[in-house]
């Protein structure tokens, strides 16, 4: 079975610096995807990165990029420019290649800092 | 862009009843759904998993006879909790799979949740 790993139950950053939330996942399989959602306080999942397995350049999007490591099995995520808005539960997510699963680490709060 | 709606957003229902939940993709045909139930402050906890046209897949320890759910058409899924019980009070979250075309496919797109709460 699949499981996903977030280590680090809370983080805090000041504005502006940089910040990296730690995930790890455990699977047999050898292709799948990988993601990193946030969760504001209104709950709605928001999508922030996504990274095939497959591929071995780590995604970006604008500010945030991943360190996927395929072999340790690891999938961090980096945030650069912290901005007061990006306060939130950030959630790594692991989904099989054939989309019956898809599961949620147990997410990390993060606090950005004035 | 892709919406997924679920409803009701809040719901209050008294002990023994049962209440349904519906999840709905707007303009794009789910050929997969996923139901979660989030507890406070808690992960999502992966209840089924829902392929149109056929039974769902539970979860170990998620009991399939009190959460039904049925994915009757590639755009509704529904989530019916029967003879609910305070214990079943939670946020239930649903997404569903968009296809897609080949480049930007598999997209996956989240309803907005839905509060149960069983008095």
Known sequence: AQTVTQSQPEMSVQEAETVTLSCTYDTSENNYYLFWYKQPPSRQMILVIRQEAYKQQNATENRFSVNFQKAAKSFSLKISDSQLGDTAMYFCAFMSLDFNKFYFGSGTKLNVKP | ?119
């Open chain 2, 1 to 119: 862009g892709a919406v997924v709606s679920q409803h009701p957003s809040w719901v209050i229902c008294k002990s023994g009843t049962s209440v349904k939940i519906e999840c709905r993709s707007l303009d794009f045909q789910a050929t997969t759904m996923f139901w979660y139930r989030q507890f406070p402050k808690q992960s999502l906890m992966l209840m089924a998993t829902s392929n149109e046209g056929s039974k769902a897949t539970y979860e170990q320890g998620v009991e399939k006879d009190k959460f039904l759910i049925n994915h009757a058409s590639l755009t509704l899924s529904t989530l019916t909790v029967t003879s609910a019980h305070p214990e079943d009070s939670s946020f239930y979250i649903c997404s569903a799979r968009d296809p897609g075309p080949q480049a930007a496919g598999n997209t996956i797109y989240f309803g907005e949740g839905s509060w149960l709460t069983v008095v």
